[in-house]
């Protein structure tokens, strides 16, 4: 049996918890979060820390899982590697391309641990049979992909936690926090992505640093081309949208279901993802899934997870994109 910590026990760590309590092969060791009420969020007779080093030190859990603010995924992974323990890291890996690339000399300097990272949408029931049709080649290449985050976040939701619309702490707006699944999803199914040009945008008058609307043409290598917009500047939360086109075939995603349109307009369903109850609909149920893979790995070494090497697309697109938007121009990813 592992031994897990938890370092936060912001709004994400109630998934990470309740995996862990879903895993008999799994015990939850201790917690840890800067701030001494949090102590009421943790579950009953766990060990509660303000300090993550002092944890791990005193005790010296298997893997730590990191739920923290952005800015903190990659130094807090860093030392928890360097004490020696395996870990499971949120999204997003880093807060830029050059943070996420010495996460990965990080990874790569301690060859004996496990660093996952959490993108567990790659796990969803839709998303595993879209790549089985595209890895099987039944309908041909992907031609084309769109991918389509219409969601809306109040005002309210940065005042209360100010960390998420300032680039030093969040990294961008909605691309790293709120579309971040889909943009890994688009390079995920249709490969990787040669260049792109963006426009990239504030629609809200909120007062905050980063962006909260986004659209970008990308190319692929093979030759694809993808439309990708994002915004948090809906009138509400609506469904998460990905459409990918093949040479003999169309599949969309839409409200955590895969169809298929058929030549007459009408869709097929194929598949719809388990749901989690009791959470935000967009988490998803997959979290789970991915921790139970990551933990079977650390036992028998097969090496099947989401290593930091696999994430660092997403962070390279998310700045692309800001480099385009900031200067009108097609950028080479």
Known sequence: MKKAAVIGLGDVSSIHLSAIAANEEISLCAVCDIDSAARERAPKGVPFYTDFKEMIEKERPDCVHICLPHYLHYPVAAKAADMGVHVFCEKPVALNQKEAEAFVRVEKEHPAL???ICLQNRLNETTEALKERIDSRAYGKVTGIRGIVPWFRPREYYETKPWRGKWKTAGGGCMINQSIHTLDLMYYLAGPVTRLR??????????????????????????????????????????????????????????????????D????KIVEDRK?????????????????????????????????????????????????GRFGIWTEV
């Not at 307009?265 to 097929?268: H, I």
């Not at 959470?279 to 097969?302: M, P, Q, V």
Request: glycine letters at 8%; a negative charge.
């Open 198 to 263: 963006a426009s990239v945008s504030q629609m809200l008058d909120y007062g905050i640093e980063v962006e909260d609307t986004v659209t970008a043409s990308l190319a692929f290598e093979n030759g694809a081309r993808g439309l990708f917009y994002a915004t948090n500047a809906n009138f509400k939360n609506e469904a998460v949208q990905l459409a990918v086109e093949m040479e003999s075939g169309c599949f969309i995603m839409r409200n955590n279901v895969l169809y298929q349109r058929k030549e």
């Open 265 to 268: 307009g009408t869709e097929a």
């Open 276 to 324: 989690l109850p009791g959470t935000k609909f967009y988490y998803g149920a997959s979290h789970e899934k991915l921790i139970r893979r990551f933990y079977h790995s650390l036992e028998t070494g097969d090496g099947n997870y989401i290593r930091v090497e696999d994430a660092v697309m997403s962070i390279r697109l998310i700045d692309a994109i800001q480099n385009s």
């Open 114 to 116: 496990q660093i996952g």
